[in-house]
Protein backbone atom coordinates (compact mmCIF):
# COMPACT_ATOMS: atom_id res chain seq x y z
CA UNK A 1 0.00 0.00 0.00
CA UNK A 2 2.57 2.15 0.76
CA UNK A 3 3.92 1.81 -2.53
CA UNK A 4 0.97 2.24 -4.50
CA UNK A 5 0.90 5.66 -2.52
CA UNK A 6 4.34 6.83 -3.42
CA UNK A 7 3.35 6.11 -7.08
CA UNK A 8 -0.13 7.95 -7.15
CA UNK A 9 2.33 10.99 -5.62
CA UNK A 10 4.68 10.55 -7.92
CA UNK A 11 2.87 10.51 -11.08
CA UNK A 12 1.02 13.79 -9.47
CA UNK A 13 4.07 15.56 -9.48
CA UNK A 14 5.11 14.64 -12.90
CA UNK A 15 1.34 15.90 -13.96
CA UNK A 16 2.28 19.07 -12.04
CA UNK A 17 5.75 19.75 -14.08
CA UNK A 18 4.20 19.15 -17.27
CA UNK A 19 1.37 21.74 -16.79
CA UNK A 20 4.28 23.84 -14.95
CA UNK A 21 6.73 23.38 -18.02
CA UNK A 22 3.98 23.80 -20.47
CA UNK A 23 3.93 27.54 -18.52
CA UNK A 24 -0.04 27.17 -18.29
CA UNK A 25 -1.99 25.86 -15.49
CA UNK A 26 -4.23 23.50 -17.68
CA UNK A 27 -4.68 19.73 -18.19
CA UNK A 28 -6.10 18.42 -21.45
CA UNK A 29 -7.27 21.96 -21.88
CA UNK A 30 -8.54 22.10 -18.85
CA UNK A 31 -7.47 25.36 -16.15
CA UNK A 32 -7.52 25.06 -13.17
CA UNK A 33 -10.49 26.93 -12.68
CA UNK A 34 -12.59 24.74 -14.76
CA UNK A 35 -10.80 21.99 -12.21
CA UNK A 36 -11.97 24.01 -9.39
CA UNK A 37 -15.72 24.85 -11.11
CA UNK A 38 -16.16 20.63 -12.27
CA UNK A 39 -14.89 19.00 -8.75
CA UNK A 40 -18.16 19.98 -6.82
CA UNK A 41 -20.19 18.16 -9.51
CA UNK A 42 -17.79 14.67 -9.09
CA UNK A 43 -16.97 14.19 -5.32
CA UNK A 44 -18.71 13.43 -1.93
CA UNK A 45 -21.44 11.43 -1.33
CA UNK A 46 -24.23 13.95 -3.08
CA UNK A 47 -22.37 16.18 -5.76
CA UNK A 48 -24.03 18.58 -7.05
CA UNK A 49 -25.17 19.34 -11.12
CA UNK A 50 -22.25 20.92 -13.09
CA UNK A 51 -22.18 24.49 -12.89
CA UNK A 52 -22.37 26.53 -16.04
CA UNK A 53 -18.82 27.41 -15.36
CA UNK A 54 -18.28 23.62 -15.37
CA UNK A 55 -20.01 22.69 -18.26
CA UNK A 56 -17.87 25.54 -20.44
CA UNK A 57 -14.70 24.14 -19.56
CA UNK A 58 -16.09 20.31 -20.42
CA UNK A 59 -16.97 21.91 -23.61
CA UNK A 60 -13.08 23.48 -24.73
CA UNK A 61 -11.78 20.25 -22.56
CA UNK A 62 -9.62 17.49 -24.89
CA UNK A 63 -11.95 14.54 -24.46
CA UNK A 64 -9.71 11.75 -25.51
CA UNK A 65 -6.92 13.16 -23.19
CA UNK A 66 -9.41 13.21 -20.18
CA UNK A 67 -10.38 9.77 -20.88
CA UNK A 68 -6.67 8.66 -20.21
CA UNK A 69 -7.12 9.46 -16.66
CA UNK A 70 -10.53 7.11 -16.48
CA UNK A 71 -8.97 4.18 -14.55
CA UNK A 72 -5.86 6.18 -12.93
CA UNK A 73 -5.65 6.29 -9.17
CA UNK A 74 -4.73 9.51 -9.54
CA UNK A 75 -8.41 10.64 -9.61
CA UNK A 76 -9.18 8.70 -6.26
CA UNK A 77 -6.84 10.62 -4.42
CA UNK A 78 -8.21 13.64 -5.35
CA UNK A 79 -10.97 12.58 -4.44
CA UNK A 80 -12.85 12.72 -7.75
CA UNK A 81 -15.64 9.60 -8.58
CA UNK A 82 -14.26 8.52 -11.88
CA UNK A 83 -17.59 7.35 -12.77
CA UNK A 84 -19.29 10.87 -12.00
CA UNK A 85 -16.42 12.79 -14.07
CA UNK A 86 -17.66 10.38 -16.88
CA UNK A 87 -21.07 11.77 -16.93
CA UNK A 88 -20.23 15.20 -17.06
CA UNK A 89 -20.33 15.55 -20.74
CA UNK A 90 -24.22 13.94 -20.80
CA UNK A 91 -24.73 16.25 -17.96
CA UNK A 92 -23.39 19.24 -19.40
CA UNK A 93 -25.89 18.29 -22.69
CA UNK A 94 -22.65 18.06 -24.76
CA UNK A 95 -23.69 17.44 -28.64
CA UNK A 96 -21.00 15.12 -28.48
CA UNK A 97 -20.22 12.37 -25.85
CA UNK A 98 -16.97 10.97 -26.13
CA UNK A 99 -16.71 7.03 -25.10
CA UNK A 100 -13.93 6.57 -23.25
Given amino acids: ?25 SVCRMTQDGLTACKPAVSGQNPVPPSPACCAAISNADMPCLCTFKNSPILSYLGINPAMAMQLPAKCNMATSTHC
Avoid: C, P, T, W
Fill in 1 to 25: MEAYKRLVILVALVLAAAVAANGQS
